[in-house]
C-alpha cells in the first residue's frame, strides 16, 4: 500500500466556521480541526457541534484531523461523542503523557466504530508529546495502540515545561526532537515536528522545516495556510535527487546483472542502504506528483 503523505497538517479553530469551509483549499495533506488550545472554555459545545456538521457537509479533499481535549479532562470524553459519528479521519491527542491515555481514546472510538457501523480500526490516532514526563513514555505511547499513525511533538507547551524560551535555532528543542524521532521511527509510525508561531518570520521558518526535513520527520503541524506550501515544496525531492536516485537504481540493477556485490557510482560505493533510500526518494517523487 502506497504510504499516505503528512507533510503540513494545518491546524485551525475548531469555532471558525470560515475556516473550516474553506479548509480544504490550501493543499495541506491533512488539515486539523482545533478542540483544544486554540477554542475558549465558553466556545467548546458550539465548536464540536460546527467540526461535526463541517465533516459531514464539507467533502474534504485531504486527511481531516479533530485535535480534541485531553482525556482527562472535562472536555476529551465529549468531544469525542460529538465528533465520532461524523467519522473523521484521525484523532489527535494533545499533551499525551502515559499509553493508559492512548487506550482510554482507543477504547471510546472502538466503541463508536461498532455503534455507527464503521469499518473496525477506520479511524485512526495520534498523539503529541507536550511535555518532559510524555517524552519519556515516547515510543510506550507510540505503540499503545494499532490505531496510531504518528507521534507530533507540540513545542510550545514542551518549552514551557522546560522552563525555557524558544530560540530561532531550535536549541532548546533538538534532543526532544532526536527523541521523538527515534521513539516514532522505532513503533514504525510518523513523526510531526510542532508548530511555527510566528506567521510572517518566513526565513526562521524555511530553516526550520529545512532543519527537521535533514532529522528525518515526515512532515510538520503549522497554523497559516502560507506555510503549507513552504513546508511541500521543501519536502519534495529536487530533480537533482531525483537524478540522483535513478542512477543508483540503474547501477544497482547493472551489477546485479553482473552478479557484482560492489557498485560504483562516479567514485562512491553504492550498497543496499543507499539502493533503499533512492527507491524511497523516487517512491515519494510519485506520490507528491499525485
Ligand atoms: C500552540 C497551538 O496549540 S497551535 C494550534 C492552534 N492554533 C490554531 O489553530 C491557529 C490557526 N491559525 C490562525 O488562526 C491564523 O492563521 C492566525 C490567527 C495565526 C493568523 O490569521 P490571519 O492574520 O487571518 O492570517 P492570514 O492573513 O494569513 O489569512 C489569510 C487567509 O487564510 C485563512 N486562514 C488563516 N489561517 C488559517 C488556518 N489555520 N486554516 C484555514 N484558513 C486559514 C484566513 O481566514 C484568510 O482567509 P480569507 O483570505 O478568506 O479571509
Ligand atoms: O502540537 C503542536 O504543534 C502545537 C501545540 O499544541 C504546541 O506547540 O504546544
Ligand atoms: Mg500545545
Redesign the pocket.
Known amino acids: 500500500m502506497e504510504k499516505k503523505l503528512r507533510r503540513a497538517m494545518m491546524?485551525m479553530p475548531g469555532n471558525n466556521p470560515a475556516m473550516l469551509q474553506n479548509a480544504g483549499i490550501y493543499g495541506a495533506d491533512t488539515v486539523i480541526f482545533d478542540l483544544?488550545?486554540a477554542v475558549a472554555i465558553s466556545e467548546k459545545d458550539a465548536a464540536r457541534h460546527l467540526v461535526h456538521n463541517a465533516i459531514k457537509t464539507f467533502n474534504y479533499p485531504c486527511e481531516v484531523a479533530i485535535r480534541i481535549n485531553h482525556i482527562q479532562t472535562p472536555y476529551g470524553v465529549d468531544d469525542l461523542k460529538v465528533v465520532l459519528a461524523a467519522k473523521p479521519d484521525l484523532i489527535r491527542l494533545?499533551k499525551a503523557e502515559s499509553p493508559s491515555d492512548i487506550e482510554e481514546v482507543d477504547a471510546i472510538i472502538s466503541q463508536a466504530e461498532e455503534r455507527y457501523g464503521f469499518a473496525p480500526g477506520s479511524i485512526s490516532m495520534m498523539a503529541?508529546i507536550?511535555t518532559a514526563k510524555g517524552l519519556r513514555s515516547a515510543y510506550e505511547i507510540a505503540t499503545a495502540s494499532p490505531r496510531m499513525v504518528a507521534l507530533?511533538?507540540?513545542?510550545?507547551?514542551?518549552i514551557a515545561d522546560l522552563k525555557t524560551t524558544r530560540s530561532k535555532d531550535g536549541k532548546e528543542l533538538f534532543v526532544a526532537r532526536s527523541q521523538l524521532l527515534l521513539a516514532a521511527r522505532a513503533a514504525g509510525i510518523d513523526a510531526i515536528?510542532?508548530?511555527f508561531s510566528d506567521i510572517n518570520d518566513e526565513e526562521t521558518f524555511v530553516n526550520e522545516v529545512n532543519l527537521i526535513k535533514q532529522l528525518g520527520f515526515d512532515g510538520k503541524?503549522v497554523i497559516n495556510p502560507r506555510q503549507v506550501r513552504i513546508v511541500h515544496q521543501i519536502f519534495a525531492p529536487t530533480e537533482k535527487e531525483i537524478a540522483h536516485a535513478e542512477r543508483v537504481i540503474a547501477a544497482y540493477k547493472a551489477a546485479i546483472e553482473r552478479n557484482s556485490g560492489v557498485i560504483n557510482l562516479d567514485g562512491k560505493m553504492i550498497d543496499t542502504p543507499m539502493v533503499l533510500r533512492a527507491e524511497r526518494v523516487l517512491a515519494y517523487a510519485k506520490s507528491v506528483k499525485k
Open positions: 491546524f483544544e488550545d494533545p503529541a507536550e507530533a511533538i507540540g513545542g510550545e507547551d514542551f515536528d510542532t508548530v503541524s
